[in-house]
């Protein structure tokens, strides 16, 4: 088994036991019966768990998609309940006195404007 496998089933298995689930594709494939005089045919039997092993392998795969994307919807709500915090400033504004601000504000930056090229029209 080569190192990247078995990182993977490490990770796997580590996942598999937080979440209590006892057996892991890599303890699957590791398991050895006993041989008894009319017991199971053992290639049957390592087909069969090939399968559950693959089974495994896509309830792992699919456990970790679904961790990834529940801890980017824990960052966006956090981005979010941040983002709200700061809305209610502005929310409790009165909108006559919003609007006269900014009529006030473009009015300065006209009069900045005028001033500028007077003193700009001086200059030559």
């Given at each position: 088994?080569?190192?990247?496998?078995?990182?993977?089933?490490?990770?796997?298995?580590?996942?598999?036991?937080?979440?209590?689930?006892?057996?892991?594709?890599?303890t699957?494939?590791?398991?050895?019966f006993?041989?008894?005089?009319?017991?199971?045919?053992?290639?049957?039997v390592?087909?069969f768990?090939?399968s559950v092993?693959k089974?495994y392998e896509?309830?792992?795969a699919t456990?970790?998609?679904?961790?990834?994307?529940?801890?980017?919807q824990?960052?966006e709500?956090?981005d979010?309940k941040?983002?709200?915090?700061?809305?209610?400033?502005?929310k409790g504004?009165?909108?006559?006195?919003l609007?006269e601000?900014?009529?006030?504000?473009?009015?300065?930056?006209?009069?900045?404007?005028?001033?500028?090229?007077?003193?700009?029209?001086?200059?030559?």
């Amino acid at each position: 088994m080569d190192e990247h496998m078995k990182r993977r089933l490490d990770k796997q298995k580590k996942l598999f036991s937080q979440l209590g689930i006892g057996l892991d594709a890599l303890t699957i494939h590791e398991k050895e019966f006993s041989l008894k005089l009319r017991g199971y045919d053992p290639e049957e039997v390592d087909t069969f768990l090939d399968s559950v092993i693959k089974d495994y392998e896509r309830f792992y795969a699919t456990i970790a998609d679904l961790m990834d994307k529940w801890q980017e919807q824990q960052l966006e709500l956090r981005d979010l309940k941040a983002a709200k915090n700061i809305v209610p400033s502005v929310k409790g504004i009165d909108p006559k006195i919003l609007e006269e601000s900014i009529l006030k504000l473009e009015m300065n930056v006209k009069q900045l404007k005028e001033k500028l090229l007077e003193t700009e029209e001086f200059k030559y």
